[in-house]
């Protein structure tokens, strides 16, 4: 089946109780198929028809603010438009889930992958991860609901995608049995958040400089917090349903996927279906003696500070691949790796290299490239592959 | 969907000496009967009765309905949340209503 797929099965298996999407390429195979669930009478959700993305972020808050779980998907354009929601629906901690399949932003109108849409959304509040196949399409699906609505987290949480080349790509995935993903997930129980005439509340009122800082504060804990969740639920899930077919998964989720990390002198630092690449080329170095790996970033909001440092500790040498930038500065994931890096007192070199936007395909060729150049060292600190 | 209760108890957290609760959510309803939004005005509209033809203009284009209906041909101005945006003097057609600047 293809990644979409993955996605729409996986949330027809988590039971949302609404839907609410608009469709936009390259997301549309994922609302398409469960649209054609709900009418088949195999989910049992409400679905939405919107006019807009803002208003299927907008349903989603309001559903998911009287205590049921809600699901919405976007790309691009459409994830751009939901800004300004994105905050109010973390502020308020709904729990709502997302998948983002990521296609570059306007203008020149692309319709094709790179990461720059839900990077421009990190200072959300909302939970980011990110995967690099089917399975983990599948997987983490599931996992960002148990995820979100832990009762410490609260917080919605995106999943990433790579439009196209993941989305649209036929890949095996194992699906586990209704009943355990039932066990795995029950049913959504709010703990702060209902609709309900004999218990009245307040949801979203004005907070007042003499609250605000607070409550912002409140947020930053539960998403630091979370780090720890993720990896309970990250661990729980993988030995729940064991890896089934191989290179489609990490056999136990983490923060992030180290290969052949144990000696490397050189990394790549990179998030996505890029990684499947980078990781044949690592092989095909490795084997002419090349001591290189690569971290791959599954959770990049939380971000992983202490995993990343622990894993980039004896790397003398990093090159950051990044599919998203910010014109003015470097991408915000080498912005992000160099940071953790002082902090660290590493004297690593670290070079930021952009591929791969708006589709642009990367090769093996580029990733033999990016390689030989960080070895080398000593060159600009952004280099672009076109 | 099952019946819920929320713990509101449970939701409430302090940072220094600022109690906050998750999301801000608040057990109370209704605060908006206690917060008189009326002080922002600057501007006062008063209703000249001996003018007034009773035609209801200023009670339908009120936008925040705070003109009422006291009987019939008898509408009067709730001071408590009129914010003074003067649209029922420009609609009244008899020019019934003056709008006043507010002194202490």
């Known amino acids: ?386 | 969907m099952k019946k819920q209760r929320i713990d509101y108890g449970s939701l409430k957290s302090k940072i220094g000496n600022v109690e906050v609760t998750t999301g801000a959510v608040l057990e109370s309803t209704g605060s908006t009967s206690k917060t008189k939004t009326g002080a922002w005005r600057s501007l006062r509209p008063l209703v000249d009765d001996k003018k007034c033809i009773g035609c209801g203009r200023c009670w339908t284009y009120c936008p925040e309905g705070c003109v009422h209906k006291k009987a019939e041909k008898v509408f009067q101005v709730d001071y408590d949340y009129c914010k003074g945006c003067g649209i029922c003097a420009n609609e009244c057609p008899v020019k019934a209503i003056t709008m006043v600047m507010e002194e202490k």
């Open chain 1, 1 to 386: 089946m293809e990644a979409s797929h993955a996605i729409s099965e996986a949330v027809k298996m988590i039971k949302p109780d609404v839907i609410a999407a608009y469709p936009i390429t390259p997301q549309t195979h994922i609302v398409e198929r469960l649209s054609e669930y709900v009418a088949n009478g195999e989910i049992g959700a409400e679905y939405i028809r919107v006019e807009s993305e803002f208003a299927a972020i907008s349903a989603c808050l309001g559903a998911e603010a009287t205590g049921v779980r809600a699901y919405t998907s976007t790309s691009s354009q459409g994830l751009a438009l939901m800004f300004e929601v994105l905050f109010i629906v973390s502020g308020m901690r709904l729990p709502i889930g997302m998948t983002v399949v990521n296609r570059a932003l306007s203008a020149p109108i692309n319709i094709w992958n790179d990461h720059q849409d839900s990077m421009s959304c990190r200072d959300s509040g909302w939970l980011q991860l990110y995967a690099e196949t089917a399975q983990e399409c599948f997987d983490l699906t599931v996992m960002q609901y148990k995820i979100s609505e832990n009762k410490d987290v609260l917080l919605p949480s995106m999943v990433g995608l790579d439009g196209f080349t993941l989305s649209h790509v036929y890949e095996p995935f194992f699906i586990p049995e209704q009943k355990e993903i039932d066990d795995f997930l029950p049913e959504y129980v709010p703990t702060h958040a209902i609709l309900e005439p004999e218990q009245p509340l307040t949801l979203g009122p004005i907070g007042f400089p003499s609250h605000y800082m607070e409550l912002r504060k409140t947020q930053v804990d539960a998403m630091e917090g979370s780090l720890k969740v993720i990896e309970k639920v990250f661990k729980e899930y993988s030995e729940k349903f064991p890896a089934q077919i191989k290179g489609t998964r990490p056999e136990t989720y983490y923060h992030i996927e180290e290969y052949k990390m144990d000696d490397a002198q050189v990394a790549f630092v990179a998030i996505g279906s890029v990684c499947g690449s980078i990781k044949d080329v690592i092989d095909v170095l490795r084997s002419k003696g090349e001591k290189v790996g690569l971290v791959k970033i599954v959770t990049y909001r939380p971000f992983p500070m202490e995993a990343l440092k622990k894993s980039l500790k004896n790397v003398k040498k990093i090159a950051v691949v990044e599919k998203a930038l910010s014109p003015g500065a470097n991408g915000p994931v080498f912005e992000e790796i160099c940071s953790l890096l002082f902090e660290a007192k590493s004297d690593a070199e670290v070079r930021n290299f952009i591929v791969g936007l708006g589709g642009r395909d990367v090769k093996l060729d580029h990733i033999q490239k990016i390689f030989d150049m960080a070895k080398k060292g000593a060159g600009k600190k952004q280099e672009w592959m076109f």
